[in-house]
């Protein structure tokens, strides 16, 4: 029960990455608010922390949605009372991204409303009570596309460096406050999203020759979420973990 008593935040935490996170802080003793776009991922996310005894509520969130995420900020502040964690994780490649001469401007900015713009807004609210509160942890969502060069998803990569130097910025801007804002960048991670492009090939049958150590699985993702989320992180500020099975040092 590292995260007893705590309270975090989870933007898209209806499937994939958001979806394990929200479950695996539950089991850790956090209460969770499950920001997700999707009414119906959310209300299972939500049904399956209470079956498992934990804590949460849901909250419908379009995180480039200005007015939608400070109304997140105040209904965990109307239910809890403070903010401990904020875990910014929504965001993803899409079919749609492709060179910078070719890829639509529309696909652009998509991704810098949804990555960027998303994470924006989560601190920019959660902040001020995270301060009041003497402090939290701030986990963003970036890529291992923000390290190394992928031919399609230039505007994909864009966004993600993006998240990479916000990371570093405001672990500086508020370290004094007590809190630490760190990012995470992961390889390919099999979620629904992921699996749904497979088409009928099971998890077991995807090989990837540059995953040294095999695949990533969601449930992989948040075991690094909740260590940047508990005190076992305490020292770790501005910092971009990679998990990628070995991809980026090959």
Known sequence: MRLKDKVAIVTGGGGGIGRASVERLAREGAKVVIAEYDAETGA???????????????????????????ALIDATISAYGRIDILHNNVGGSTLNDGPITTVSNDEFWLKMRVDVFGAWLGCRYAIPHMIAGGGGSIINMTSVNAIIGVKGRNAYA????????????????????????????PGRTLTDRVLARQGNRKPTDLKDSSHLLGLITPDEI???????????????????IVVDSGLTIQ
């Not at 005894?53 to 007015?67: H, K, L, Q, R, Y």
């Not at 460096?161 to 990012?183: F, H, K, M, P, W």
């Open 158 to 185: 864009v966004a993600k460096g993006a998240i990479v130097s916000l990371t570093r910025a405001l672990a500086v801007q508020y370290g004094e406050d007590g809190i630490r804002v760190n990012c995470i960048a």
């Open 44 to 70: 299972a996310a939500l049904e399956a922390v209470r079956q498992s005894g934990g804590e949460a509520i849901f909250v419908p969130t379009d995180v480039s949605n200005e007015t939608q995420m400070q």
């Open 222 to 240: 948040a075991s690094t979420v909740l260590y940047l989320a508990s005190e076992d992180s305490s020292k770790t500020t501005g910092q971009m």
